[in-house]
C-alpha cells in the first residue's frame, strides 16, 4: 500500500462521504479549547506566584520556561505512545495528565510550594503537548479534503476564544480572591497573607481538573471516526534520499518559531506586571488581567482578518508587513508610558496573531516527502517560549520596561525570515510513498 505524506491526501484517504464529521470536530474544538485556556491562566498566575513566593522577575519568568520546556521533552514519547495505542485513547491519556497536573497544583496552593508548583506546571503541559501531537494531524485528516484548512482554521479559532476567556477567569477567581491581587502595584506580603492568597488557586484549579476528566470521559466514550491509512508512518529508507537541510525555508524557519515565542511568551507573561506599574496605568492585577482580555482578543480577530488578507496577497509579504507593525508598537512600548504604552503592547497581539501559523506554513511548503518530519522539528521549536526567562533576567538588571526590546529584536527576526530566509529552495513535490 502507498500512504499519503500532504494533509490533503492524508485527508482524501480517511474522507468517508457516509460518515459525520461535525460532532467529533465539535468535540474536538472543545479540546483547542481547553489548552488554550489552562496556557492562558499562566499569564494570571504568574503575578500571583510572584507575590505569594516573593519572586524576582528571573524566577517568575522561570515558571513559564518550565511549561515550554515539557514540549521539548514530551514530543517525542507522545509520538511514540501515539503509534502504541492510537489517536484516541492518547487524548484521553492528556487530559488526565493535564487533570492530575491540575489537582497536583492545589497540593503546591495548601503546602505552599514553588518548587512543586513547577513540577505540576510541568505535568500540565505535558498532557497539553501530547493532546497537539495528536490533535493536530487528527484534525486535519478527517472530513473533506477541499475544508481541511477551514476545519483547522475553525479549532484555532476555539483555542483563541480560550485564551481569550481565561485572563477573566483567573483575574476574578485568583487576582481578585486574593490580597496581592487587589492591592496597588507591587506589595510585600505578610506570610499568613501569603498563605491565604496560595489558597485562592485551589478552587479554580478543581474547577478545571473536573472540566478535563469529565471530557476524557466523553472522548473516551465517543465514536471517533477511524483515521486509517493516512497516518501510518513510511519507509524509512525511502526518506533517506532526501535531506531536510537543504531547504532554506524549514531551516531558518525553525528558528523563526523558537523566537517568535520567546517574544509572544514574554509579552503575555509580563503583560499584567507591566500594566500595573504607576507610571504605566497604575491598575492592581486583577485589573490588569482583565485588559490581557484584549491582548488575546486582538490575536483572535488578527488571525481572520490575516486570513482574509492572504487570500489575496502573499503570505511573505503579509508576514512582513506585520512583523514591522510589531516592531513599531513595542518601541512605543519601550519608548512611552501612561495609556500609550499600555495600549502599544496590547496592539502587539493583532500583529503576532498570524505569526506561528504563517511561519509553520511558509516552513513546511515544498517539503514533499519531508513534510513529516519537518513539521515535527517546527513543532518542537515551540520550546523557545522557555527562554522568556532571559527577558526576565533582563528586567531584573535593566528594568521591565526595558526588557521589550528583546521582543522588539525577535520581531526582526521575523521579518527577516518573511523576506528572505523563507523563500523555497530545492522544493520537492508531494507525493506517496510505498509502505
Not at 505535568?123 to 476545519?151: D, F, H, W
Not at 515551540?382 to 522588539?408: H, K
Amino acid at each position: 500500500m502507498a500512504g499519503p505524506i500532504s494533509s490533503g491526501a492524508g485527508a482524501s484517504a480517511t474522507y468517508n462521504p457516509g460518515t459525520r464529521y461535525g460532532p467529533a470536530l465539535a468535540l474536538l474544538a472543545s479540546l483547542f479549547f481547553m489548552w488554550g485556556f489552562i496556557t492562558v491562566i499562566n499569564n494570571t498566575l504568574l503575578p500571583h506566584l510572584r507575590s505569594v513566593f516573593d519572586l524576582s522577575y528571573t524566577q517568575t519568568t522561570l515558571i513559564e520556561s518550565v511549561w515550554f520546556i515539557a514540549y521539548f521533552f514530551a514530543s517525542i514519547p507522545s509520538a511514540k505512545l501515539i503509534e502504541r495505542v492510537g489517536y484516541q485513547k492518547s487524548m484521553v491519556i492528556g487530559l488526565l495528565i493535564m487533570a492530575a497536573g491540575a489537582l497536583g497544583m492545589t497540593l503546591a496552593a495548601s503546602i505552599p510550594s514553588y518548587g512543586v508548583t513547577l513540577v505540576m506546571l510541568f505535568v500540565i503541559a505535558s498532557g497539553i503537548t501530547l493532546l497537539q501531537v495528536a490533535a493536530n494531524p487528527y484534525v486535519a485528516v478527517v472530513g473533506k479534503p477541499e475544508t481541511a484548512s477551514s476545519r483547522l482554521n475553525l479549532v484555532q479559532a476555539m483555542n483563541s476564544a480560550g485564551t481569550m476567556l481565561a485572563p477573566m477567569f483567573g483575574a476574578y477567581l485568583i487576582l481578585g480572591r486574593s490580597k496581592g491581587g487587589t492591592a496597588q502595584g507591587d506589595v510585600v506580603l505578610t506570610q499568613a497573607e501569603r498563605l491565604a492568597d496560595a489558597q485562592s488557586v485551589v478552587l479554580p484549579y478543581v474547577l478545571v481538573a473536573i472540566v478535563l476528566v469529565v471530557l476524557a470521559v466523553v472522548i473516551a466514550r465517543f465514536p471517533l471516526p477511524a483515521m486509517g491509512a493516512a497516518t501510518q508512518r513510511h519507509n524509512k529508507e525511502e526518506r533517506k534520499k532526501y535531506s531536510l537541510w537543504t531547504h532554506r525555508n524549514l531551516v531558518f524557519g525553525i528558528p523563526a518559531i523558537f523566537i517568535y515565542l520567546i517574544a509572544e511568551i514574554g509579552v503575555a507573561n509580563l503583560f499584567v506586571n507591566f500594566v500595573s506599574q504607576p507610571q504605566i496605568a497604575n491598575l492592581t492585577h486583577e485589573q490588569a488581567g482583565n485588559y490581557l482580555t484584549f491582548l488575546w482578543g486582538g490575536m483572535m480577530v488578527g488571525r481572520f482578518v490575516g486570513s482574509a488578507i492572504m487570500q489575496k496577497f502573499d503570505a511573505g509579504h503579509v508576514l512582513a508587513a506585520f512583523s514591522i507593525g510589531a516592531f513599531l508598537v513595542m518601541l512605543v512600548t519601550v519608548f512611552t508610558t501612561g495609556p500609550v504604552a499600555m495600549w502599544s503592547l496590547i496592539l502587539v497581539g493583532l500583529f503576532h496573531s498570524i505569526m506561528f501559523p504563517t511561519i509553520f506554513t511558509l516552513g513546511i511548503k515544498g517539503l514533499g516527502p519531508l513534510t513529516e518530519e519537518g513539521s515535527g522539528l517546527l513543532i518542537m521549536a515551540i520550546a523557545g517560549g522557555a527562554l522568556v526567562v532571559v527577558q526576565g533576567w533582563l528586567a531584573d538588571i535593566y528594568g521591565l520596561q526595558t526588557s521589550f526590546l528583546l521582543t522588539a529584536v525577535c520581531e526582526l527576526y521575523v521579518l527577516f525570515y518573511a523576506l528572505w530566509g523563507c523563500k523555497v529552495t530545492n522544493a520537492l513535490p508531494d507525493q506517496q510513498i510505498a509502505d
